[in-house]
C-alpha cells in the first residue's frame, strides 16, 4: 500500500490591533511578497484572513486584492505611505475646541447632578460627548481606499475561504466576529465565539477600531460595537475554527515587552504622568495574550503527538473519525488537529521610535495642527522612550514609514524561517513558532 499523500496546509494570516502601529504590519507583507523566493511571494498563500482593529482594515485590504499577489503588498504599503491623521480624524483648531467643551460639558454636568441636561441634548439628537476624536473622515477612507467590491468576488471565487473581523459588543462585553466566507467553509461556533455572518463593508471595520472614548462606537443593527482588541486583539482562534492549520501571526508588540515578565520596578520612582497612565490604558485595551495563546497551542501540540507516538501514527484519524459521528449526530464538537504558528513582531520599542519622531516634529519647521500640540502637550514631561499613547494616534508619514521599514527589516530577519514555514518544512529556529 503506498504513502498517504500528505495533506496541504491551510494558511491564515493574524493581524493585531494597535492604531497607527498597524504600518508595521504594511511592511512585513510587502516584504513577504517582494523579498521571498518567486513561486511563494506571487501565490495565493492565505485563505483565511483575520484581525482586529487596525488589523482588521489591513485584513480588508490584503483580502480585496488577494487575486493578485505581488500587488497586494505594494498596495497595502502604499495606503499606509499616503495615509494621514487627516484621513482618520479631525486634527484641526475647531475639532479641538469642540471636544474640549463638549467634554467640559460632559464633565461638568455630571459633576454638579446636572443629568437632566444631558438627556435634553440627547432627544435633541445632539449628545454632547461621544469620543475624544472625530473620525467621520475615518468612513470616507475605508471607502475609497479599499475596493469592499472585490472582497466579495474574491471570495466568491474562492481566491479567499474567508475574512473575519473582532469586534466588541460594548453593552455585554462579548467579543463579537463578522465574517464574510464562502458558503463551503465550516464555522465552528463555540460559547466565545459570536459570529455574524455578512457582506464586509466600511462599517465593520471601523467598529472594530473604536477605541472607547477616543473613537465614537458604531451602532450596527440597532446594536453599538468597540475595538475587538478589548476582547481579542490577535484573533488566531477563528482562524482555527474554519480550518486553518497554519498561522502567520503579526504581533504590534516589541519582543523584549512580550517576553520580558521580570520589571525592576524601582526604575520607576517618579509620579506618573498623565501620557504614561493613557499609554498604559491603550497597552491595557489592546492586551495582548498571545503568549498564552502560543502556549496553550504548544501543549495541544504535544498531546497529538504524545498520541500519535502511543497509538500509531492514524491516532488522530480515529480521534477526528469519532467525532465526526458525533457532528452528524448535531455535537458541535471540532476536529483535532496540529495547529504550526509562526510570529513576527517588532525587534525595537514602537513606544520609543514615536517618541523619538515626536520630539523631532516638535523641533522641525513643520507646521503642526492644532490637534498634534494638544498631544505634545499630554506627553510632555513623560519618562524617556514610555510614549506608547503617542505610538497609536500619531498617523504622521515619517513615523508611519519607519514603522513600514522595521517591519520590512523584522521580516527579512526571518527570510530562511518564513520560506520554511510556506514550504512547510521545519523551522531553523523553533522558539519563532512560539
Known amino acids: 500500500m503506498g504513502k498517504a499523500k500528505k495533506k496541504k496546509p491551510n494558511f491564515a494570516l493574524v493581524l493585531s490591533g494597535g492604531g497607527a502601529r498597524g504600518a508595521y504590519e504594511a511592511g512585513v507583507m510587502y516584504y513577504i511578497r517582494t523579498g521571498l523566493p518567486k513561486e511563494i511571494a506571487h501565490s495565493n498563500l492565505f485563505r483565511i484572513y483575520t484581525g482586529t482593529s487596525v488589523g482588521a482594515i489591513n485584513c480588508a485590504q490584503l483580502a480585496s486584492t488577494a487575486a493578485d499577489p505581488l500587488y497586494q503588498g505594494a498596495r497595502l504599503r502604499k495606503l499606509w505611505q499616503e495615509l494621514s491623521s487627516d484621513d482618520i480624524y479631525y486634527a484641526d483648531f475647531q475639532a479641538l475646541s469642540g471636544f474640549l467643551v463638549k ?3 460632559f464633565m461638568a454636568t455630571n459633576f454638579f447632578g ?35 467590491s472585490h472582497i466579495h468576488e474574491n471570495i466568491r471565487r474562492r481566491e479567499v475561504d474567508a475574512v473575519a473581523i473582532a469586534a466588541t459588543h460594548m453593552l455585554s462585553g462579548k467579543l463579537t466576529l463578522f465574517v464574510e466566507k464562502n458558503d463551503d467553509v465550516h464555522f465552528m461556533e463555540t460559547r466565545h465565539l459570536n459570529p455574524v455572518f455578512c457582506n ?41 475554527h474554519m480550518g486553518a492549520d497554519r498561522l502567520l501571526v503579526v504581533s504590534l508588540h516589541d519582543q523584549k515587552k512580550r517576553l520580558d515578565f521580570e ?65 452528524k449526530k448535531g455535537v458541535n464538537v ?17 513606544g520609543a521610535i514615536a517618541s523619538d519622531h515626536l520630539r523631532r516634529l516638535l523641533s522641525s519647521r513643520r507646521s ?34 519607519a514603522l513600514i521599514q522595521l517591519g520590512y527589516e523584522d521580516a527579512r530577519s526571518q527570510h530562511d524561517n518564513l520560506v520554511n514555514f510556506f514550504m512547510d518544512l521545519p523551522l531553523t529556529s523553533p522558539e519563532t513558532s512560539g
Open 334 to 350: 471540532p476536529y483535532l488537529r496540529r495547529v504550526l504558528p509562526f510570529v513576527i513582531s517588532p525587534s525595537k520599542d514602537i
Open 200 to 240: 464586509l463593508s466600511p462599517k465593520y471595520v471601523v467598529g472594530s477600531a473604536a477605541i472607547p472614548i477616543i473613537f465614537p462606537l458604531i451602532r450596527i443593527n440597532r446594536q453599538f460595537y468597540g475595538d475587538g482588541s478589548m476582547r481579542q486583539n490577535t484573533p488566531m482562534s477563528p482562524a482555527i
Open 103 to 105: 467634554s467640559g460639558f
Open 368 to 401: 503642526l495642527t492644532a490637534m498634534h500640540r494638544f498631544f505634545a502637550r499630554i506627553v510632555e514631561g513623560s519618562m524617556e522612550g514610555e510614549n506608547d499613547f503617542i505610538s497609536y494616534l500619531l498617523f504622521d508619514r515619517d513615523y508611519l514609514e
Open 114 to 148: 446636572l443629568d437632566h441636561l444631558l438627556v435634553k441634548k440627547a432627544a435633541e439628537g445632539s449628545f454632547p460627548f461621544k469620543a475624544v476624536l472625530d473620525t467621520t473622515p475615518f468612513i470616507r477612507f475605508l471607502r475609497r481606499s479599499i475596493s469592499w
Open 263 to 327: 520589571t525592576d520596578l524601582n526604575q520607576y520612582t517618579s509620579e506618573p504622568k498623565v501620557s504614561d497612565i493613557l499609554g498604559k490604558l491603550l497597552n491595557t485595551i489592546f492586551l495582548d495574550k498571545l503568549d498564552y495563546d502560543l502556549a496553550q497551542m504548544r501543549r495541544i501540540n504535544h498531546l497529538i503527538e504524545d498520541f500519535e507516538k502511543i497509538y500509531g501514527s492514524d491516532a488522530m484519524d480515529k480521534v477526528n473519525k469519532s467525532r465526526d459521528d458525533l457532528r
